[in-house]
């Protein structure tokens, strides 16, 4: 048996290779296109990128021409430099200098030698391209933007660099890719796909025709086309009225998740990144490292959440079934826990409804109290809490379909452990949480979501920018409900606060005939440590809000950097953008012009003065409430030793 099993393995691999072999060689010419023949020219044909709408169907951003010069640098034979670079209006040194990095990634292949010429730049070239052998055109699509805002949205595309091309193959030099927003996250939508066209030459290296007269060719496929959940209205308008402000505006639409606005102010024209002045704007815009526009703040930034929190601490309360609606506290100018945590209430008993229109911390901080203290063990309850928070959204990465992020701070025993050392903690240690001032961080976007959950009852759906995609199906992720921990019934009281909070309380000078809206101002002390030294500076001004207070379409949070009080910056935002976006015009043209008009340069000017006097860096200002959170809980622990 053995004698007639190995002749036969033998033979039938002899067999399978001798096929392979002539099948590769004789039927299969494609390892042949593959491969650096100098009788084969490959040249591409680049498909124009899919162009994106807002949720109403207005076009954002399209695309125009552009030409690049392309380089081969094994091909270049005795041209006239000084010619070429009169043509194009460089110099022999930098001719010299883009030769010598073309060499190096490839003395065969093309790189690009001149990007993004004009129509003009590139008939001038055009008309004498054939003295100059070795070097051509290739036609390529760059963004056109129909609109001077979204610049956070949309992101913009800049060349490949060596790290992409070595990761995707797909990439060659020269080719664009997005970076930032909606153009990074859906690269793949957008892009389409390369046609190619392989050309066969003679041996003096002239085109002679197609190879295998065309068989291998293939066309360029356009990329998908993006609507987009923004509506491009409401988007304008915040960024207007965050002019001369630092902060941002997140709306989105309860029942679905769909984000309506995201603004981050300072920002810029997404023109600006476009075409031969791209790399010097960008580079001006990078190191602007104190307005910082090309940090998205409604996405990135990290806050204390205020006073909006003490909404979450009554609700988990209520579920805890520690309080009911009409459990009462008195507040005697503030609440005293060993400390004196200040109220600007006054002498007030209060309950539930008032507690929130008059946003008393004397009130959440006895709520807080009772939920911490409910379990003898004192980090279970931490973590009990912990959890109903994150049921909000908060403390951890949404999912959006944006590629950047942050995901804020939610306390649990794990960080309590460590700054205590694993002794029993008392609820007046961590009694500022209750209010939003303690070690809670958030995002403006984690807030708006927060307030879709409260006008949902309960649930919310990942917040995602992009509506639909021609030709494909939209993630079901952003299609899949997120329950809270709340159950149903507890909305109904908080939501009755909240619309007071525009009948009788902090923003009843905000109201707008006949439209219902349920709100929460809010205001977030604001420190920076520059040489070792901590700064006071005005305070954050945020606003939160939904409406119409029955069947909501939209929910916001508004975060203005140096605003001094809720009410004064960042709830006439607020109310002016849900006017806008649910009665499409707006009544409340006093506060219009207020907003439009007003600045608060002069505060962030004070900023640039603490930084510069002491010589300090202004990436200095970076990550400074991380540092705030630090003093807190060494503060903490303090105390607690003495």
């Known amino acids: 048996?053995?004698?007639?099993?190995?002749?036969?393995?033998?033979?039938?691999?002899?067999?399978?290779?001798?096929?392979?072999?002539?099948?590769?060689?004789?039927?299969?010419?494609?390892?042949?296109?593959?491969?650096?023949?100098?009788?084969?020219?490959?040249?591409?044909?680049?498909?124009?990128?899919?162009?994106?709408?807002?949720?109403?169907?207005?076009?954002?951003?399209?695309?125009?021409?552009?030409?690049?010069?392309?380089?081969?640098?094994?091909?270049?034979?005795?041209?006239?430099?000084?010619?070429?670079?009169?043509?194009?209006?460089i110099t022999k040194e930098f001719f010299i200098k883009k030769i010598?990095?073309?060499?190096?990634?490839?003395?065969?292949?093309?790189?690009?030698?001149?990007?993004?010429?004009?129509?003009?730049?590139?008939?001038?070239?055009?008309?004498?391209?054939?003295?100059?052998?070795?070097?051509?055109?290739?036609?390529?699509?760059?963004?056109?933007?129909?609109?001077?805002?979204?610049?956070?949205?949309?992101?913009?595309?800049?060349?490949?660099?060596?790290?992409?091309?070595?990761?995707?193959?797909?990439?060659?030099?020269?080719?664009?890719?997005?970076r930032q927003g909606v153009e990074q996250e859906y690269e793949e939508q957008l892009r389409g796909v390369k046609g190619v066209k392989y050309l066969l030459r003679d041996k003096h290296n002239k085109i002679i025709g197609p190879y295998k007269e065309g068989q291998f060719d293939t066309i360029a496929k356009q990329g998908s086309d993006l609507t987009l959940t923004i509506d491009a209205e409401l988007q304008k308008y915040g960024t207007e009225l965050m002019i001369n402000k630092r902060g941002g505006i997140v709306a989105i639409e309860p029942k679905t998740g769909e984000i309506l606005?995201?603004?981050?102010?300072?920002?810029?024209?997404?023109?600006?990144?476009?075409?031969?002045?791209?790399?010097?704007?960008?580079?001006?815009?990078?190191?602007?490292?104190?307005?910082?526009?090309?940090?998205?703040?409604?996405?990135?930034?990290?806050?204390?959440?205020?006073?909006?929190?003490?909404?979450?601490?009554?609700?988990?309360?209520?579920?805890?079934?520690?309080?009911?609606?009409?459990?009462?506290?008195?507040?005697?100018?503030?609440?005293?826990?060993?400390?004196?945590?200040?109220?600007?209430?006054?002498?007030?008993?209060?309950?539930?409804?008032?507690?929130?229109?008059?946003?008393?911390?004397?009130?959440?901080?006895?709520?807080?109290k009772r939920t911490i203290e409910k379990y003898k063990d004192s980090y279970f309850s931490v973590d009990n809490w912990n959890k109903h928070v994150k049921s909000f959204g908060l403390g951890q990465f949404l999912g959006t379909d944006m590629p950047t992020g942050r995901k804020g701070l939610v306390p649990d025993s794990k960080l309590y452990k460590r700054v205590y050392n694993g002794a029993v903690i008392r609820s007046s240690y961590i009694i500022s949480n209750s209010i939003g001032q303690g070690e809670v961080l958030t995002t403006p976007i984690q807030l708006a979501n927060?307030?879709?959950?409260?006008?949902?009852?309960?649930?919310?759906?990942?917040?995602?920018?992009?509506?639909?995609?021609?030709?494909?199906?939209?993630?079901?992720?952003?299609?899949?409900?997120?329950?809270?921990?709340?159950?149903?019934?507890?909305?109904?009281?908080?939501?009755?606060?909240?619309?007071?909070?525009?009948?009788?309380?902090?923003?009843?000078?905000?109201?707008?005939?006949?439209?219902?809206?349920?709100?929460?101002?809010?205001?977030?002390?604001?420190?920076?440590?520059?040489?070792?030294?901590?700064?006071?500076?005005?305070?954050?001004?945020?606003?939160?809000?939904?409406?119409?207070?029955?069947?909501?379409?939209?929910a916001l949070a508004v975060f203005i950097e140096n605003g001094y009080w809720g009410s004064r910056w960042a709830g006439p935002i607020a109310t002016l953008m849900i006017e806008k976006y649910v009665n499409g015009e707006i009544s409340r043209t006093d506060l219009e012009t207020r907003m439009l008009n007003g600045s608060i340069q002069d505060e962030y000017q004070k900023i640039e003065n603490i930084i510069y006097q002491r010589n300090e860096p202004i990436t200095q200002i970076k990550d400074a409430n991380a540092e705030v959170i630090s003093l807190k809980l060494e503060a903490k622990k303090e105390e607690e030793e003495n």
């Not at 070097?135 to 992409?164: M, S």
């Not at 929190?309 to 009554?314: D, E, M, P, S």
Request: charged letters at 25%; one cysteine or more; proline letters at 4%.
């Open 1 to 89: 048996m053995r004698k007639i099993v190995l002749p036969s393995v033998i033979i039938v691999t002899t067999i399978v290779l001798i096929a392979r072999i002539f099948y590769l060689q004789v039927i299969d010419d494609t390892l042949k296109l593959k491969s650096e023949n100098n009788a084969i020219k490959k040249v591409f044909e680049f498909p124009e990128r899919g162009y994106i709408y807002d949720r109403n169907g207005k076009l954002l951003v399209a695309n125009q021409p552009s030409y690049d010069i392309m380089v081969v640098p094994r091909e270049i034979k005795d041209i006239d430099t000084l010619e070429f670079c009169q043509l194009l209006g």
């Open 100 to 178: 010598e990095k073309a060499i190096v990634y490839s003395p065969r292949l093309p790189s690009v030698f001149l990007a993004q010429l004009n129509k003009k730049e590139y008939a001038a070239f055009q008309e004498k391209e054939r003295k100059f052998e070795g070097f051509y055109t290739q036609k390529r699509a760059l963004r056109d933007y129909q609109v001077d805002y979204g610049a956070n949205i949309f992101g913009f595309i800049t060349q490949v660099n060596e790290g992409i091309i070595k990761k995707q193959p797909y990439y060659n030099s020269g080719d664009l890719i997005g």
């Open 261 to 368: 606005a995201l603004v981050s102010a300072p920002t810029y024209d997404p023109a600006l990144l476009v075409g031969r002045q791209r790399s010097k704007n960008y580079t001006a815009l990078y190191y602007d490292s104190i307005a910082k526009p090309l940090y998205d703040r409604g996405l990135q930034a990290e806050y204390p959440p205020g006073s909006p929190f003490k909404i979450v601490t009554g609700l988990i309360g209520l579920q805890e079934e520690v309080i009911d609606e009409n459990t009462t506290f008195y507040c005697n100018h503030g609440y005293n826990f060993g400390r004196f945590m200040g109220c600007h209430c006054g002498l007030h008993t209060l309950q539930l409804n008032n507690g929130i229109y008059k946003s008393c911390n004397s009130y959440f901080g006895n709520v807080y």
């Open 450 to 554: 927060m307030m879709a959950v409260v006008a949902n009852k309960g649930y919310y759906y990942t917040p995602h920018i992009v509506k639909s995609i021609k030709g494909q199906k939209l993630d079901e992720k952003f299609t899949t409900k997120h329950q809270s921990t709340i159950d149903k019934k507890h909305f109904d009281p908080v939501i009755k606060g909240l619309e007071d909070v525009y009948n009788f309380g902090t923003a009843s000078g905000l109201r707008v005939e006949g439209l219902r809206i349920c709100g929460k101002t809010g205001t977030a002390e604001n420190k920076i440590r520059v040489s070792g030294k901590t700064y006071q500076l005005k305070d954050h001004s945020i606003f939160v809000a939904f409406a119409p207070a029955e069947n909501p379409t939209i």
